[in-house]
C-alpha cells in the first residue's frame, strides 16, 4: 500500500480485551476521526479479567460478569468490530494482516491478543473434564459445567490458582489444589506470607498436594480419578488448570518481529515492524513481560497519545498486587528479577509485613498478609519505579 492510500485506512486494534477496548477508548478521547476496527477472536463483550476469579463468591454467571456486547461497544467508540475473527498473518511490509484469505490494510496495527494458558499433558480419559479459565467464554463453560458438581482439582498453585481456590470455597465447592512447588506463589513470596495464604485457604477447606503433578485423569463412572506423579490418587468432579499464561507471539514471530517471552516493544510501545505496536499481556515492554492491568492501563494512555501524534514513552511506578484471596488478604509488590538483597519477615500469625531490601539497605519490594495490608500506601512511597522515565533526549527520539 502507498503512504496516501494508508493515510486512509483504519487504525487496527486486534483483541478487544482491557488492552484492546481500553485502548480504543482513550484513543477516542483524542481522535474522533481516523476509521478505528477492532478484531477479535472471541464473542467481543466488554469485561474485566480480573473479575474471572470472583464469580462464584458473588454468584456471578458469565453473563453477570460481561458489562457490554460487541454491538453497543461499536456505536460508543464509533468503531467497526468484527467478532468470532481470527487474524491469521501479519504483512508488515505491505501494512495489512489477513483474515484468511482476506487481508485488511492499516494505517497503524496494534497487537493486544493477550496470552494463552499453558497445557499440561496429562494421560487418560477425560482431558475434557480439564478447563483452562481465562476469558469470559472460557469461564461460561467451566460454569456450566460446574452446576451440579461439588469436588474441584486445581492445577496450579500460583496467584491465579489461589484466587480461584478462594472464590470455589466460597461458592460452596470442595477444593483441591495440585502444584510441583514447595509453597504457592512461588515466583511471588517468600516462605512465610506464602504459608499463610495456604493456611487461610486451608481453613476454608481446602487440600493442598505441593510437589507433584496430574499425571493421569480417568472417568470412573460420574466421577473422576486424578493420579498425581507421586501415585496418590484423589477423586473429583472437575479440573480446573491455573498453571501459568503465555504470551502470544508465534504469528508475530512468523511475521518477522523481534519476539523473547512476548512480542518485544520499546518504551513508545513500537514493535521491530514500522507501524506496528504491541500492547497488554502480549507485549514485552523494554525487557519486562508484566501479566497485570497497571502496567498495561499505563501503556494505554502512553500509546493513544503516541497515536495521535504525540510521541510518549510509557513509565511504570511501583506496581503492587492485590491478590483476590480475601480469606487472608495479600497485596505484593515482587523485587525485579534479578535484585540482590534480603527479605526480613515480621509479624504473627497470618498479619506478616515482608521487605525486601537491596544490599544498599532500599526497599525494593515488600508483601503483606492479613492486617498488615494497611501499610501498602506507605511502603509504594518507598519502592523505586519498575520502568523509570527516560532521559528526555530518548523519549523525544521517533523511529519515523
Ligand atoms: P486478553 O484479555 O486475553 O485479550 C486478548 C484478546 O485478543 C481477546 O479479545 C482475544 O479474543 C483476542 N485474540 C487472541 N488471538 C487473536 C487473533 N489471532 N485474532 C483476533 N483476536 C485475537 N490482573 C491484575 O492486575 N489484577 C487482578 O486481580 C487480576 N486477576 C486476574 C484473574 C484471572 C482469572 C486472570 C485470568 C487474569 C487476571 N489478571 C489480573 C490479569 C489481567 O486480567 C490481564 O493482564 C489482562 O486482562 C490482559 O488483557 P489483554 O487485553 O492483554 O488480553
Redesign the pocket.
Known amino acids: 500500500m502507498n503512504d496516501t492510500n494508508s493515510k486512509h485506512a483504519p487504525l487496527v486494534i486486534?483483541?478487544?480485551?482491557?488492552?484492546?477496548y481500553n485502548l480504543a477508548r482513550e484513543f477516542r478521547k483524542l481522535d474522533s476521526e481516523t476509521p478505528l476496527l477492532l478484531?477479535?477472536?472471541?464473542d467481543?463483550r466488554s469485561y474485566s479479567?480480573?473479575m474471572?476469579?470472583t464469580g462464584f463468591a458473588m454468584n456471578k454467571d458469565a453473563d453477570a460478569l460481561g458489562m457490554t456486547v460487541a454491538g453497543p461497544m461499536a456505536i460508543q467508540l464509533n468503531a467497526e468490530i468484527r467478532t468470532h475473527?481470527?487474524?491469521?498473518r501479519l504483512e508488515p511490509e505491505k501494512r495489512r494482516v489477513w483474515i484468511g484469505s482476506e487481508p485488511v490494510p492499516y494505517r497503524d496495527l496494534v497487537i493486544?491478543?493477550?496470552?494463552q494458558t499453558i497445557e499440561v499433558p496429562v494421560a487418560g480419559d477425560a482431558q475434557d473434564a480439564i478447563f483452562p479459565?481465562?476469558?469470559l467464554l472460557d469461564y461460561g463453560r467451566f460454569r456450566e459445567a460446574a452446576q451440579g458438581k461439588r469436588r474441584v482439582l486445581i492445577l496450579g498453585a500460583g496467584l491465579?490458582g489461589c484466587?480461584?481456590a478462594n472464590d470455589l470455597l466460597q461458592g460452596g465447592y470442595d477444593v483441591a489444589l495440585v502444584a510441583p512447588c514447595e509453597q504457592v506463589m512461588p515466583s511471588l513470596l517468600p516462605v512465610e506470607p506464602a504459608a499463610a495464604v495456604q493456611r487461610g485457604l486451608e481453613s476454608l477447606g481446602a487440600r493442598f498436594y505441593l510437589g507433584p503433578v496430574l499425571e493421569r485423569l480417568e472417568r470412573h463412572g460420574a466421577s473422576l480419578v486424578a493420579t498425581l506423579s507421586d501415585g496418590q490418587r484423589l477423586d473429583c468432579d472437575l479440573v480446573v488448570s491455573a498453571v501459568g499464561?503465555r504470551p502470544?507471539v508465534e504469528?508475530a514471530a512468523a511475521a518477522g518481529l523481534s519476539v523473547n517471552r512476548g512480542i518485544s516493544v520499546d518504551r513508545h510501545l513500537r514493535t521491530s515492524a514500522q507501524h506496528v505496536y504491541a500492547?497488554?499481556?502480549?507485549a514485552e515492554v523494554d525487557g519486562l513481560n508484566l501479566?497485570?492491568?497497571?502496567p498495561?492501563m499505563s501503556g494505554v494512555r502512553a500509546l493513544a497519545r503516541t497515536l495521535t501524534g504525540q510521541l510518549t514513552p510509557v513509565t511504570y511506578g511501583p506496581m503492587p498486587?492485590?491478590?483476590?484471596t480475601p480469606v487472608c488478604p495479600l497485596v505484593v509488590s515482587p523485587p525485579a528479577t534479578g535484585s540482590v538483597g534480603n527479605w526480613q519477615v515480621e509479624g504473627e500469625g497470618n498479619d506478616l509485613k515482608a521487605l525486601f531490601h537491596g544490599c544498599d539497605g532500599r526497599l525494593l519490594g515488600y508483601a503483606l498478609t492479613g492486617s498488615a495490608v494497611k501499610e501498602r500506601l506507605a511502603l509504594n512511597k518507598q519502592l523505586p519505579p519498575v520502568l523509570a522515565e527516560l532521559p528526555q533526549v530518548l523519549s523525544l527520539k521517533s523511529r519515523d
Open positions: 486486534i483483541g478487544t480485551g482491557l488492552a484492546g478484531i477479535t477472536a472471541d467481543g479479567k480480573p474471572l476469579s475473527t481470527r487474524v491469521t493486544a491478543w493477550g496470552a479459565i481465562n476469558d491465579i484466587e480461584f499464561l502470544r504469528l500492547l497488554g499481556d502480549c501479566l497485570y492491568v497497571m498495561l498486587i492485590t491478590v483476590k
